[in-house]
Nanobody, 125 residues
Framework: QVQLVESGGGSVQAGGSPRLSCAAS????????VGWFRQAPGKGREEVAS???????RYADSVKGRFTLSKDNAKNTLYLQMNSLKFDDTAMYYC???????????????????WGQGTQVTVSS
């Protein structure tokens, strides 16, 4: 059974640079589309960034140039380096993975079959 465990969240000052990690229980990070979503209070869940099996990345416009998504296939871990944090970045961040056959990204949220429990990021002044 696939499990995704996020870490690295917490309270961060505006302008800070935390790094989120997502550790997978099985060899999935390198074999399919994986990514990060977030949900702010009172808002819907949105895709932040995703990376396909070839290492191609996609970013939401709101985080382009500030966030960097990377992965370590050998460690089965996904990372999200967050820089220049803004108050609007406050949200619960979720790691997600598509099923084995979905190697490319640019897919709808429903295609992400596996989800972590989330890690809260709160940006403060």
């Amino acid at each position: 059974q696939v499990q995704l465990v996020e870490s690295g969240g917490g309270s961060v000052q505006a302008g800070g640079s935390p790094r989120l990690s997502c550790a997978a229980s099985a060899y999935i990070i390198g074999t399919r589309c994986v990514g990060w979503f977030r949900q702010a209070p009172g808002k819907g869940r949105e895709e932040v960034a995703s990376i396909d099996s070839d290492g191609n990345t996609r970013y939401a416009d709101s985080v382009k140039g500030r966030f960097t998504l990377s992965k370590d296939n050998a460690k089965n871990t996904l990372y999200l380096q967050m820089n220049s944090l803004k108050f609007d970045d406050t949200a619960m961040y979720y790691c997600a993975a598509a099923d084995f056959w979905t190697r490319a990204c640019g897919i709808s949220e429903i295609e992400f079959k596996y989800w972590g429990q989330g890690t809260q990021v709160t940006v403060s002044s």
